[in-house]
């Protein structure tokens, strides 16, 4: 998925549509000068109508110490500053809102945990209201049939939306996993422009993948479509009639058996509970502002 994030890219720089992707700082020379510290009035962001909204609470930091570095993944060697996490996950959530999700609607992520891709999501659902299920994706290493049977039941359990997927890893094809557990997803045209139906998950509108090929990925957005920049974030969330707040549900609760199948879903974590939880490390410490690596190498193939 980010191929292009290995470059140089400036604050105000945005590909074109068939090759968005996420922003993010150059490479860093060592980690060691990656630390950073944040004014007091950073600190003080905190205190506002904002607290526990960690969509909210990322902009207003951003806004008083946008340059600062927050978060550097081992997988493809990203640097992110909190100007690319407040800038990527708003046009994320921007994205979400214009394809015509609202406040409430469920995303079920199979991305890693030392993905990029996954913070930026994370953000992202807090900022349009969206309820995020997390099912691992380390299961397809080891048992893919059980994946399948894992993977069908949390889509059922959820009645997701959205599903977000990457697209290969660690010598798992998870497309083509996903396409034995939704055979329409074969059967679509893309070039039609119809939208994406099928009866055994009727919830289901959308399914995003991180790589950049479309081929033998019939049905699949590319994630880096959904990075829509812009400035109409807050009109799009005012047109939703939901006001966000630290109550709003996030992250919702998938409840496993013994062999890591989901049987039933809890009640979602609000954004307050998140934070208070630690629920998402990468997410939390970002909003503590404590400039953190997060280990993990992805292997395709």
Not at 7 to 33: E, F, L, N, W, Y
Not at 122 to 149: H, I, R, T, W
Not at 211 to 236: C, K, Q, S, T
Not at 275 to 292: D, G, M, R, S, V
């Amino acid at each position: 998925m980010l191929r292009s994030l290995a470059s140089k890219v400036s604050s105000t720089a945005v590909a074109a549509a068939g090759r968005r992707s996420i922003q993010m700082a150059p490479r860093a020379a060592a980690a060691a000068s990656m630390s950073m510290s944040f004014s007091t009035a950073a600190a003080a962001i905190t205190t506002t109508s904002t607290d526990n909204v960690g969509g909210d609470i990322v902009k207003h930091l951003t806004l008083q110490n946008p340059h600062v570095n927050v978060v550097r993944y081992e997988h493809k060697n990203l640097l992110f500053t909190l100007h690319h996490v407040q800038f990527n996950s708003e046009a994320m959530a921007i994205g979400f809102l214009e394809a015509g999700l609202i406040p409430g609607d469920v995303v079920l992520s199979w991305l890693p945990e030392h993905f990029a891709e996954n913070m930026i999501l994370q953000f992202a659902c807090s900022k349009a209201g969206l309820v995020l299920y997390q099912l691992d994706p380390e299961m397809a290493v080891n048992d893919p049939e059980s994946s399948k049977v894992a993977l069908r039941k949390a889509l059922a359990l959820t009645k997701a939306n959205v599903f977000v997927s990457q697209e290969a890893g660690s010598d798992v094809n998870y497309i083509n996993l996903t396409h034995e557990v939704i055979p329409e997803l074969d059967a679509q045209d893309m070039m039609e422009g119809m939208p994406f139906l099928t009866p055994r998950f009727p919830h289901l509108r959308y399914c995003l993948q991180t790589g950049f090929e479309d081929e033998d990925a019939e049905g699949w957005y590319r994630y880096a479509y959904f990075i829509v920049p812009g400035d109409n974030y807050e009109n799009l969330l005012l047109a939703s009639n939901v006001t966000l707040g630290p109550d709003t549900p996030l992250f919702g609760q998938l409840e496993l058996n013994a062999h890591g199948i989901p049987e039933a879903v809890g009640k979602p974590l609000t954004n307050a509970q998140v934070i208070e939880q630690k629920a998402w490390p990468t997410y939390c410490n970002i909003l503590e502002k404590n400039f953190h690596n997060v280990e993990g190498v992805g292997v395709i193939f």
